[in-house]
């Protein structure tokens, strides 16, 4: 199993995007008014991932 690859977020008034720091290239988008997550670029799709900003916590669990 591949190690946890980390993202950072990067916010705006229109959501967040979270971006891995680990070059696999996986990048997500949550929607600042209703939450909806949309998968950007898949990236490495066997590594874990997380990452946090704020209140915000994303896991593998709830973004594959």
């Not at 990067?10 to 949550?30: I, K, N, Q, Y």
């Not at 998968?39 to 209140?55: E, F, K, L, N, W």
Request: charged content about 20%.
């Amino acid at each position: 199993m591949a190690r946890t690859h980390r993202m950072e977020c990067t916010a705006s008034p229109a959501g967040l995007l979270f971006e891995c720091l680990d070059g696999c290239g996986r990048r997500v988008v949550v929607d600042g008014v209703s939450g909806e997550l949309t998968i950007v670029d898949h990236g490495d799709r066997t590594a874990p991932h997380q990452g946090s900003s704020g209140g915000a916590r994303l896991t593998s669990a709830s973004i594959d």
